[in-house]
């Protein structure tokens, strides 16, 4: 239950930063805390059953694991058109 409401709400704020930017989401950059109660294989699992057949489906994934800190952080989104470094100029 606890994955699905925090996917439901990462699959929202992906709407969002979608809409308000007028560009879609082409990589999503996470970082899971090693200390924390997810690990990154069942992440992921969850992840590709929660965007499947969405708009989100196909999106690249990078999980990055990190000695401390949030337990799940989204640390970065590029998207399409983007050039990586762009973001924020």
Do not use: C, W
């Not at 082409?26 to 699992?45: A, Y």
Request: charged share 30%; glycine share 8%; aromatic share 10%.
């Amino acid at each position: 239950m606890h994955d699905t409401h925090l996917l439901k709400n990462i699959l929202k704020y992906f709407q969002d930063q979608e809409d308000s930017s007028s560009r879609k989401i082409k990589k999503v950059n996470f970082s899971l805390s090693e200390f924390g109660s997810l690990n990154k294989k069942h992440f992921l699992e969850h992840y590709q059953q929660a965007v499947n057949g969405t708009r989100f489906q196909g999106l690249e994934v990078t999980v990055d694991t990190i000695p401390f800190g949030p337990e799940l952080e989204i640390t970065g989104l590029e998207f399409a058109g983007e050039v990586e470094g762009d973001r924020g100029k």
